[in-house]
């Protein structure tokens, strides 16, 4: 085969291996539409992991706000799903993943709101007017500190910082303030009732301190059904505690 033979051989080849032209027979071929790209999958939620689970139920009873710690978004009501993180071991409430962000990048200042908050919440029904560490009086200045959600009064700068550095030591400070505060509230407790069904308080009655709430009980059953839902009952034993603050206890829904 001469060399013209084989060029022209080749050049068929190429021909047919080439893609069809948008001019095939007289009709113009329009080119293919690409595919929309599939939509990214939304981001599942972070799964809590059992030991944040377990600091949110422990620190979510005197958990102060009721609104977004970042934003400042309206309050929540009970249709509303607020994410609950944990921050630095605290509970920290936010809207949505874009206020964790903003919480995030200036998470010194929102902890010091979070703060204020829970001592403007907690100082008048704190129970102790010595320090839980040195034992020394509180006198009428003391240093408020917070550990998770929860205020401690201490004697001094040396004190603060044992709290903030020694877990050992902030879990016992906490059990003596939970220790005092049932002495303080249980000579007063304003219902002779269960807060639950309304029942009578038998002497064998159940008590649990909620956050810094003192609740009594007629049963273990009652309890667990209080801790499913406690605003709806919160309300109720405040009301009684306003009527009566240090007299003969109410009837609840009286």
């Given at each position: 085969?001469?060399?013209?033979?084989?060029?022209?051989?080749?050049?068929?080849?190429?021909?047919?291996?080439?893609?069809?032209?948008?001019?095939?027979?007289?009709?113009?071929?329009p080119?293919?539409t690409?595919?929309?790209?599939?939509?990214?999958?939304?981001?599942?939620?972070?799964?809590?992991?059992?030991?944040?689970?377990?600091?949110?139920?422990?620190?979510?009873?005197?958990?102060?706000?009721?609104?977004?710690?970042?934003?400042g978004?309206?309050?929540?009501?009970?249709?509303?799903?607020?994410?609950?993180?944990?921050?630095?071991?605290?509970?920290?409430?936010?809207?949505?993943?874009?206020?964790?962000?903003?919480?995030?990048?200036?998470?010194?200042?929102w902890?010091?709101v979070?703060?204020?908050?829970?001592?403007?919440?907690?100082?008048?029904?704190?129970?102790?007017?010595?320090?839980?560490?040195?034992?020394?009086?509180?006198?009428?200045?003391?240093?408020?500190?917070?550990?998770?959600?929860?205020?401690?009064e201490?004697c001094?700068?040396?004190?603060?910082?044992?709290?903030?550095?020694?877990?050992?030591?902030?879990?016992?400070?906490?059990?003596?303030?939970?220790?005092?505060?049932v002495?303080?509230?249980?000579?007063?407790?304003?219902?002779?009732?269960?807060?639950?069904?309304g029942?009578?308080?038998?002497?064998?009655?159940?008590?649990?301190?909620?956050?810094?709430?003192?609740?009594?009980?007629?049963?273990?059953?009652?309890?667990?059904?209080?801790?499913?839902?406690?605003?709806?009952?919160?309300?109720?034993?405040?009301?009684?505690?306003?009527?009566?603050?240090a007299?003969?206890?109410?009837?609840?829904?009286?």
């Amino acid at each position: 085969m001469s060399i013209d033979h084989r060029l022209r051989a080749a050049l068929v080849l190429l021909a047919l291996a080439a893609p069809v032209s948008a001019q095939s027979a007289g009709h113009a071929t329009p080119a293919p539409t690409p595919a929309p790209a599939a939509p990214a999958p939304a981001a599942a939620p972070a799964e809590v992991s059992a030991a944040d689970a377990a600091l949110i139920a422990a620190q979510m009873p005197t958990y102060p706000m009721n609104t977004c710690i970042a934003c400042g978004s309206k309050p929540w009501g009970p249709q509303d799903h607020p994410l609950d993180i944990v921050r630095q071991g605290r509970l920290v409430r936010v809207c949505n993943a874009e206020c964790v962000k903003k919480f995030d990048v200036q998470a010194a200042k929102w902890f010091k709101v979070l703060d204020d908050q829970i001592i403007a919440a907690q100082t008048a029904a704190y129970p102790l007017t010595h320090c839980p560490l040195s034992n020394e009086e509180l006198g009428k200045k003391p240093k408020y500190t917070v550990v998770g959600t929860r205020l401690v009064e201490v004697c001094c700068g040396d004190c603060k910082k044992e709290l903030a550095t020694n877990p050992t030591a902030a879990a016992a400070a906490l059990a003596k303030i939970d220790a005092a505060l049932v002495a303080a509230q249980g000579g007063s407790y304003p219902l002779d009732t269960c807060v639950v069904d309304g029942k009578p308080l038998a002497d064998s009655h159940v008590e649990k301190l909620y956050g810094v709430t003192l609740v009594r009980f007629c049963s273990d059953g009652c309890e667990a059904k209080f801790l499913q839902t406690p605003r709806d009952y919160l309300p109720q034993l405040e009301a009684a505690r306003k009527a009566h603050p240090a007299g003969k206890p109410a009837e609840a829904g009286r």
